[in-house]
């Protein structure tokens, strides 16, 4: 996550998987981890229920202490951050199969068609 690489609209717009890097929730703003992590109204209520654990502050500049403080600090970050990825994974993969319903059928079609004249 840190690194900006995985399913953020940002990254797969510069890979050319995605054709718009912005956020889906309209803001304007490109889909990377700081917004994802801090700003992004569709993650704001697991936002504020981790700020809440944590004590209030959550900021970019922040975070690490927050994290280094208490274990179980690091596990409420560890799996919000989790959490998020999971989910950007699961759009993204829809997305994917949204476009691409007659390649994956077609790549489906084709592999069954080999396997039969190879009989």
Excluded at 39 to 62: D, K, M, P, W, Y
Excluded at 66 to 87: C, G, P, Q, R
Aim: charged share 30%; net charge neutral.
């Amino acid at each position: 996550m840190l690194s900006n690489h995985g399913c953020f609209r940002a990254y797969l717009h510069r890979s050319k998987h995605e054709n718009v890097p912005d956020c889906p929730a309209g803001c304007g703003t490109p889909e990377d981890a700081e917004h994802v992590f801090f700003h992004c109204a569709r993650f704001g209520q697991a936002r504020e229920e981790l700020n809440v654990r944590l004590g209030g502050g959550i900021e970019s500049e922040t975070i690490i202490q927050f994290m280094l403080e208490k274990e179980e600090n690091w596990s409420a970050v560890s799996s919000f951050a989790k959490d998020i990825m999971t989910k950007l994974r699961e759009e993204e993969q829809s997305r994917r199969k949204a476009r691409e319903p007659e390649t994956i059928t077609f790549r489906v079609m084709q592999r069954r068609l080999t396997d039969f004249w190879k009989h």
